[in-house]
T-cell receptor, first 112, second 117 residues
Framework: KQEVTQIPAALSVPEGENLVLNCSFT??????LQWFRQDPGKGLTSLLL?????REQTSGRLNASLDKSSGRSTLYIAASQPGDSATYLC???????????FGQGTELSVKP | GAVVSQHPSWVICKSGTSVKIECRSL??????MFWYRQFPKKSLMLMATSNEGSKATYEQGVEKDKFLINHASLTLSTLTVTSAHPEDSSFYIC?????????????FGAGTRLSVL
């Protein structure tokens, strides 16, 4: 059964720092992977989607990479801002058309 | 971009009553919609997959008679929590998938917080 682990569970950093969030899958057979942002009491906002043929995606200050051989993904946030404070969730599909399996999230707090 | 509207955003009800939550894709047709449940500080748990015009597929451990799902059109799916009890209190989130299932792109609603007294 595919399980997703996100490390760390919580992270607090001062504004301006670069940071890395980690996501790992028990089964490295991942078709594609998404990173989401969730603000308290809100739904999910898709940040980056890495398709099956891709290794990384970039959007602004965010960069996500996927290493299929190890079943690991990282989300890199450059020059963090207080507005980045939220919970970040990764989710992977184990096969084409398969269900998304979510990690438990990393709660990020960026202090001014 | 693809927008999914979920209504209501927050509902409080008495134990024993039923609550209906709507999920609409506003600017695209969604052949498949998903319903998730999220407990505080926990991840999203898939409850069921809803396909337009057919019965929903429920995940193991999810009571079909408790959580009724209807996907009557390509833009609307509803989740009805029947005879709600305090343990049903949770955050429910829907998502809708566009016509390219191979890409697994799901667009999520803003969620509904259900509190059962």
């Amino acid at each position: 059964k595919q399980e997703v682990t996100q490390i760390p569970a919580a992270l607090s950093v001062p504004e301006g720092e670069n940071l890395v969030l980690n996501c790992s899958f028990t089964d490295s057979a991942i078709y594609n992977l998404q990173w989401f942002r969730q603000d308290p009491g809100k739904g999910l906002t898709s940040l980056l989607l890495i398709q099956s043929s891709q290794r990384e995606q970039t959007s602004g200050r965010l960069n996500a990479s996927l290493d299929k051989s190890s079943g690991r993904s990282t989300l890199y946030i450059a020059a963090s801002q207080p507005g980045d404070s939220a919970t970040y969730l990764c989710a992977g599909a184990p096969r084409q058309g398969g269900k998304l399996i979510f990690g438990q999230g990393t709660e990020l707090s960026v202090k001014p | 971009g693809a927008v999914v509207s979920q209504h209501p955003s927050w509902v409080i009800c008495k134990s024993g009553t039923s609550v209906k939550i709507e999920c609409r894709s506003l600017d695209f047709q969604a052949t498949t919609m998903f319903w998730y449940r999220q407990f505080p500080k926990k991840s999203l748990m898939l409850m069921a997959t809803s396909n337009e015009g057919s019965k929903a597929t429920y995940e193991q451990g999810v009571e079909k008679d408790k959580f009724l799902i209807n996907h009557a059109s390509l833009t609307l799916s509803t989740l009805t929590v029947t005879s709600a009890h305090p343990e049903d209190s949770s955050f429910y989130i829907c998502s809708a998938q566009t016509g390219e299932p191979a890409k697994n792109i799901q667009y999520f609603g803003a969620g509904t917080r259900l509190s059962v007294l």
